[in-house]
């Protein structure tokens, strides 16, 4: 009897395959990805006009499409000066630090998986900061038109001074959302290497964020939508990583079995 040698692949979600990539060169892409986004914030400047203008044209674009209307968001939100409070603190708190925390996490305990994230939320935040420029564009917060409140502003904490004097941040980048954007990506990358039934619940980041965004009057939902439609290009593209077959236990093969015909001559 022989014995076969049987190789099973590791979990995907299991044990990383793979060696970290050097830490110092990763601070490094990320200060330049940094930098790379201060650079977009000066560039956009001049564009006040046609921000607003392109934020007319969104307003009116969802009212033709027949998406629900972020007021209504809003007004749930203002029902306490508490929830409003807890909303502008998501969305000035969370935000970075969540994203920050999903790549170290990911960095130490699924170094290949690492990588396909670091790859996906680089992909997407570069197509988002080509679209700031070439389609600046005013949140719902500034636009007179759309009613809604600053609630940052009114209750707080706020991030934002006045657009015009505002030079650490571009106000004038709603489409996309890339508060969206990064908060899809860390769910669909902690769903995909991890295996516990509570998983799932990730997707509730997105969703907080979405609510949070909207109902802050900092961005209208075609702004999420962008985001998504970009994080699936860029998914797409950045394949995730396939873990290397590992030896696995050895097997004995099961003898085969004659079979016996009866009536047959012996």
């Given amino acids: 009897m022989h014995a076969r040698e049987e190789f099973e692949e590791p979990d995907p979600t299991g044990p990383p395959t793979r060696g970290r990539p ?4 990763e601070l ?3 200060a330049g990805l940094f930098l790379v986004y201060k650079l977009g914030r000066q560039l956009a400047s001049g564009h006040t006009a046609e921000a607003y203008r392109n934020g007319r044209e969104v307003w009116d674009l ?4 027949h998406l629900p209307g972020e007021g209504a968001v809003q007004s749930t939100l203002l029902h306490g000066d508490l929830l409003v409070q807890i909303a502008n603190t998501y969305y000035a708190v969370v935000h970075f630090p969540a994203t920050a925390a999903f790549l170290i996490w990911l960095y130490l305990r699924r170094p290949g998986h690492y990588v396909w994230a670091r790859r996906a939320l680089a992909a997407v935040t570069a197509a988002a900061l080509v679209l700031h420029l070439v389609y600046p564009l005013a949140p719902p917060r500034l ?3 759309t009613g809604l409140a600053d609630t940052a502003r ?4 706020s991030v934002y001074g006045p657009p015009e004097a505002d030079q650490l941040s571009n106000q004038f980048a709603a489409m996309p959302s890339l508060h969206f954007g990064w908060a899809l990506m860390a769910a669909i990358g902690l769903i995909a290497v991890t295996r516990t039934a509570w998983r799932w619940l990730w997707l509730l980041h997105p969703l ?3 609510l ?3 109902g802050t009057a900092n961005h209208f939902w075609l702004d999420a939508l962008a985001a998504a439609a970009l994080l699936g290009l860029a998914l797409a593209v950045v394949r995730r990583p396939r873990p290397a077959p590992v ?3 050895v097997r004995p093969r099961r003898p085969e079995r004659r079979r016996v015909l009866v009536g047959a001559g012996r």
């Fill in 22 to 25: 050097p830490l110092v060169r």
């Fill in 28 to 30: 490094l892409l990320v």
């Fill in 62 to 65: 969802e009212r033709t499409l």
């Fill in 143 to 145: 636009l007179p038109a």
């Fill in 154 to 157: 009114l209750f707080g904490p």
């Fill in 208 to 210: 907080v964020t979405l």
């Fill in 212 to 214: 949070v965004i909207v």
């Fill in 247 to 249: 030896p696995g236990i």
